[in-house]
């Protein structure tokens, strides 16, 4: 992987997505989340390997800022990934959501920024 994606990283994203799994798997009685947790976390972190792979052939360097691609790779690939898996979610409610992850992206992005977490606001 590049300077920027680390084994550990995808590591970590994939048990972060399968202990999110495991939780919806226990509150909604369906172990079947646990599997859509797994899934779906590796999904996203490919795709966001894919966004950098993406940003870099377009010779942007890392950290650099790519509008719409930073705040929907990782959706995208968990989307792709999921319906893989044989679920299915509506195009309108798959809009409606991508609009929800670039407020949150833009919003949790620029906080850590003024929290001094991050070092760029995007």
């Given at each position: 992987?590049?300077?920027?994606?680390?084994?550990?990283?995808?590591l970590?994203?994939?048990a972060?997505?399968?202990?999110?799994?495991?939780?919806?798997?226990?509150?909604?009685?369906?172990?079947?989340?646990?599997?859509?947790?797994?899934?779906?976390?590796?999904g996203?972190?490919?795709?966001?390997?894919?966004?950098?792979?993406?940003?870099?052939?377009?010779?942007?360097?890392?950290?650099?800022?790519?509008?719409?691609?930073?705040?929907?790779?990782?959706?995208?690939?968990?989307?792709?990934?999921?319906?893989?898996?044989?679920?299915?979610?509506?195009?309108?409610?798959?809009?409606?959501?991508?609009?929800?992850?670039?407020?949150?992206?833009?919003?949790?992005?620029?906080?850590?920024?003024?929290?001094?977490?991050?070092?760029?606001?995007?």
């Open positions: 992987m590049g300077d920027g994606k680390t084994f550990e990283g995808l970590i994203g994939v972060a997505g399968v202990i999110v799994g495991l939780l919806e798997s226990f509150i909604l009685s369906d172990p079947g989340y646990l599997y859509v947790g797994f899934i779906g976390s590796l996203a972190l490919i795709g966001d390997m894919v966004g950098s792979f993406i940003k870099r052939r377009l010779g942007l360097k890392r950290g650099a800022p790519a509008p719409l691609l930073d705040q929907l790779d990782f959706y995208v690939g968990a989307l792709i990934a999921i319906r893989l898996m044989g679920y299915d979610m509506s195009l309108r409610l798959a809009l409606e959501f991508s609009l929800l992850v670039i407020a949150l992206h833009i919003g949790t992005n620029y906080a850590a920024y003024k929290l001094g977490l991050k070092d760029v606001p995007w």
